[in-house]
């Protein structure tokens, strides 16, 4: 009777609609870049904004829009459009996006290509250059104990040894 009772219970609990807050978190989990990118936007904004030595309410006078507009803008939750990046690009004088075509990305591979067989090469001639380093036998200097006198009659000559 208690387990009846009991999966009633659970049933009654499992039927009820899904909690608003639970859709939302849901929602945040599978949107997880977008904030990101908005949140890059916004420090450049800011960094802008300092090395112009501009304030938000300039930047709000330039594109006429209110202060609490640019203030939500620059906290970084904004959905920015195309439209307003234009703006901003424009009235900062910076560019905040770039998409690429395939043939400038095609140029980009053929760099990237370039520039690691250039890598390659030059770590081959520094093995080269190791190599050929330890494979030579240096000459050493063999000084006897004896040889600080100050008559040079007394004094040994220095011997060359390979080693």
């Not at 030595?53 to 330039?62: E, N, V």
């Not at 090469?121 to 000084?143: D, H, L, R, Y």
Request: charged residues 30%; proline residues 3%.
């Amino acid at each position: 009777m208690k387990n009846q009772h009991m999966n009633k219970k659970l049933k009654d609990l499992d039927s009820k609609p899904v909690s608003k807050w639970v859709v939302e978190s849901d929602l945040r989990l599978k949107n997880l870049e977008r904030p990101r990118y908005s949140q890059l936007v916004a420090i450049r904004i800011l960094r802008t904004l300092r090395e112009k030595k501009m304030t938000q309410k300039d930047l709000a006078d330039i594109l006429v829009v209110t202060p609490q507009t640019v203030n939500k803008w620059v906290k970084g939750s904004e959905n920015f459009t195309f439209d307003t990046i234009e703006r901003l690009e424009l009235a900062l004088e910076i560019k905040l996006m770039h998409i690429y075509n395939s043939h400038e990305s095609f140029k980009g591979k053929v760099v990237s290509k370039i520039i690691g067989s250039k890598v390659l090469k030059a770590e081959q001639q520094v093995s080269f250059k190791i190599n050929s380093v330890a494979s030579v036998k240096k000459e050493t200097k063999v000084i006897p104990l004896n040889a600080y006198y100050i008559n040079e009659a007394t004094t040994p000559k220095l011997n060359y040894k390979n080693s």
